[in-house]
């Protein structure tokens, strides 16, 4: 019998077994390390008719209140750092400094949601009549999370969620689902009973949720494939839907940047967490001008960063989360050099180690239409590309059926947020990347998403209008 740990999930504040479990894989070794529970569904329905019960009173909880408890799960997350933190490293694969930021992040976001307001709208207000919009809760919400970053996308979600008033069911993905159950056994008391619920399954589990009638709302973020699947599924009963889905965010270096201090930053931008981010770079247009020596300048910081098992210290970059994202990105490399493309750095993979592990891989001006530049790679491979006008460049990046983010590096703030301004992507960075905080709200643009995140924005998708007009008094 197997020894390994098993997990319980979160059920009207009980922690519940499943009958079955899912074995948990450490991307680093390829080793099974843990059992987490394999939700039935019957105990997804215990877990939705738990949040059905809490919705009322929880509707009726003063919004001070909820914010109190909101920023009270915040405090909780950052006293246990060390724990969330080993579990992220183990099962997602990411360095022990990028899951404690992780953690840090996510309990940085409870407490700033906590703090915002839900605003209120007087429509008229005269000597025969009152009108008021307010935003009132939908119900219950289904948040469905990706393996990139299980607790940080959790808690996107989790926190409008229940500062609006709604209540939860939680659902990791199979991959990932350690850090997020441990976050519902130590945080199990702060919200009452059946408001935040977290379950975990496999693959079965996330369609079952979508199809199921008790949900009033369906929060996802993952690929776009799995997004267009959601939607069809969520029309059975109207369901109220966010989609933040995949990108190919493009980076556009003008020829004025110091290429010495833009190199690492550009490399980061497309690597951070090996490549597993949406708004990674994920194409980066080079003017010709500096492209031989950019390009060199980032494969020479690529060769000087060590990848390897995020638990080891000295680690920068750890493996690919799991075996098909690692089967794919891969294959998107076989393809490079079936069709003669060159490799700046990296293009060798060792498929016979234990862990998921893939070189640093760049490619050199591949064609528009390879694959390396159509698709997105979501792994530590990146196709540098050579541009010479800003027309030119701005056509190309827009090429795409994403519209997820992007960003435009250059000395001459003008002319980089003039060109920013032509980028039809949900947002724009000039001279950084990946910055997104509480209050500005976060779009995908075209087949990368609908609805929003983030800012008053995105709280209010968590809600729907009512409003009441009265005789004045
Ligand atoms: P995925 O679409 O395979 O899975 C995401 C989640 O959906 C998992 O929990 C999974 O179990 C569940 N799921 C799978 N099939 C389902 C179905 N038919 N119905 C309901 N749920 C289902 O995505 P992934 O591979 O976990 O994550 C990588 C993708 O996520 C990338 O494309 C990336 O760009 C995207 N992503 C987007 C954002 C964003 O904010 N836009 C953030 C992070 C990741």
């Not at 029309?235 to 110091?258: F, M, Q, S, Y």
């Given at each position: 019998?197997?020894?390994?740990?098993?997990?319980?999930?979160?059920i009207?504040?009980?922690?519940?077994q499943?009958?079955?479990?899912?074995?948990?894989?450490?991307?680093?070794t390829?080793?099974?390390?843990?059992?987490?529970?394999?939700?039935?569904?019957?105990?997804?329905?215990?877990?939705?008719?738990?949040?059905?019960?809490?919705f009322p009173?929880w509707?009726?909880t003063?919004?001070?209140?909820?914010?109190?408890?909101?920023?009270?799960?915040?405090?909780?997350l950052?006293?246990?750092?060390?724990v969330?933190?080993g579990?992220?490293?183990?099962e997602?694969?990411?360095?022990?400094?990028?899951?404690?930021?992780?953690?840090?992040?996510?309990?940085?976001?409870?407490?700033?949601?906590?703090?915002?307001?839900?605003?209120?709208?007087?429509?008229?207000?005269n000597?025969?009549?009152?009108?008021?919009?307010?935003?009132?809760?939908?119900?219950?919400?289904?948040?469905?999370?990706?393996?990139?970053?299980?607790?940080?996308?959790a808690?996107w979600?989790?926190?409008?969620?229940?500062?609006?008033?709604?209540t939860?069911?939680l659902?990791?993905?199979?991959?990932?689902?350690?850090?997020?159950?441990?976050?519902?056994?130590?945080a199990?008391d702060v919200?009452?009973?059946?408001?935040?619920?977290?379950?975990?399954?496999g693959?079965q589990?996330?369609?079952?949720?979508?199809?199921?009638?008790?949900?009033?709302?369906?929060s996802?973020?993952?690929?776009t494939?799995?997004?267009?699947?959601?939607?069809?599924?969520?029309?059975?009963?109207?369901?109220?839907?966010?989609?933040?889905?995949?990108?190919?965010d493009?980076?556009?270096?003008?020829?004025d940047?110091?290429?010495?201090?833009?190199a690492?930053?550009l490399?980061?931008?497309?690597?951070?967490?090996?490549?597993?981010?949406?708004?990674?770079?994920?194409?980066?247009?080079?003017?010709?001008?500096?492209?031989?020596?950019?390009?060199a300048?980032?494969?020479?910081?690529?060769?000087?960063?060590?990848v390897?098992?995020?638990?080891?210290?000295?680690?920068?970059?750890?493996?690919?989360?799991?075996?098909?994202?690692?089967?794919?990105?891969?294959?998107?490399?076989t393809?490079?050099?079936?069709?003669?493309?060159?490799?700046?750095?990296?293009?060798?993979?060792?498929?016979?180690?234990?862990?998921?592990?893939?070189?640093?891989?760049?490619?050199?001006?591949?064609?528009?239409?390879?694959?390396?530049?159509?698709?997105?790679?979501?792994?530590?491979?990146?196709?540098?590309?050579?541009?010479?006008?800003?027309?030119?460049?701005?056509?190309?990046?827009?090429?795409?059926?994403?519209g997820?983010?992007?960003?435009?590096?250059?000395?001459?703030?003008?002319?980089?947020?003039?060109?920013?301004?032509?980028?039809?992507?949900?947002?724009?960075?000039?001279?950084?990347?990946?910055?997104?905080?509480?209050?500005?709200?976060?779009?995908?643009?075209k087949?990368?998403?609908?609805?929003?995140?983030?800012g008053?924005?995105?709280?209010?998708?968590?809600t729907?209008?009512?409003?009441?007009?009265?005789?004045?008094?």
């Amino acid at each position: 019998m197997s020894q390994l740990p098993t997990f319980s999930m979160l059920i009207d504040g009980k922690l519940v077994q499943a009958a079955n479990t899912l074995p948990v894989t450490n991307p680093a070794t390829g080793q099974v390390f843990a059992n987490a529970p394999d939700a039935s569904p019957a105990e997804l329905d215990l877990a939705v008719d738990a949040a059905r019960r809490a919705f009322p009173a929880w509707r009726e909880t003063p919004l001070a209140r909820r914010a109190e408890l909101l920023a009270k799960f915040g405090q909780v997350l950052a006293a246990n750092i060390p724990v969330l933190q080993g579990l992220l490293t183990q099962e997602q694969g990411k360095t022990l400094s990028d899951a404690a930021t992780e953690v840090g992040i996510a309990s940085f976001w409870s407490q700033a949601v906590a703090a915002m307001p839900i605003p209120e709208t007087v429509n008229e207000d005269n000597e025969t009549r009152f009108s008021v919009t307010k935003h009132v809760p939908l119900g219950v919400v289904a948040a469905i999370v990706p393996w990139n970053f299980p607790l940080g996308v959790a808690i996107w979600k989790l926190a409008p969620a229940l500062l609006t008033g709604n209540t939860l069911v939680l659902k990791p993905s199979p991959y990932t689902p350690l850090a997020t159950l441990k976050m519902g056994e130590i945080a199990r008391d702060v919200f009452p009973p059946g408001v935040l619920n977290i379950i975990s399954g496999g693959d079965q589990l996330g369609p079952q949720m979508t199809e199921h009638p008790g949900f009033d709302k369906v929060s996802f973020t993952g690929s776009t494939a799995t997004g267009r699947r959601v939607m069809q599924s969520a029309a059975a009963t109207l369901k109220r839907l966010t989609l933040e889905l995949g990108g190919n965010d493009a980076a556009i270096v003008r020829p004025d940047v110091d290429v010495v201090e833009v190199a690492p930053k550009l490399f980061w931008s497309a690597f951070a967490n090996s490549g597993q981010i949406c708004i990674a770079t994920k194409r980066l247009y080079i003017h010709n001008d500096i492209y031989d020596e950019l390009s060199a300048a980032i494969a020479e910081v690529a060769r000087g960063v060590k990848v390897g098992d995020g638990s080891d210290e000295s680690v920068q970059l750890g493996p690919v989360q799991n075996r098909v994202q690692y089967d794919r990105v891969v294959d998107l490399i076989t393809d490079c050099k079936k069709n003669g493309l060159r490799f700046l750095t990296g293009g060798e993979v060792d498929e016979s180690a234990d862990g998921n592990f893939i070189p640093i891989s760049l490619v050199d001006n591949p064609p528009d239409d390879s694959r390396v530049v159509a698709e997105e790679a979501f792994g530590p491979l990146l196709p540098l590309l050579r541009y010479t006008d800003d027309d030119e460049v701005v056509r190309r990046a827009n090429d795409t059926p994403y519209g997820l983010a992007g960003s435009v590096w250059s000395r001459d703030i003008k002319a980089a947020a003039e060109l920013a301004e032509r980028l039809d992507t949900g947002t724009v960075w000039i001279n950084e990347c990946q910055y997104i905080v509480p209050n500005a709200v976060f779009a995908g643009h075209k087949q990368s998403g609908i609805g929003v995140e983030h800012g008053v924005e995105g709280l209010l998708e968590f809600t729907v209008p009512r409003t009441i007009v009265r005789p004045a008094v």
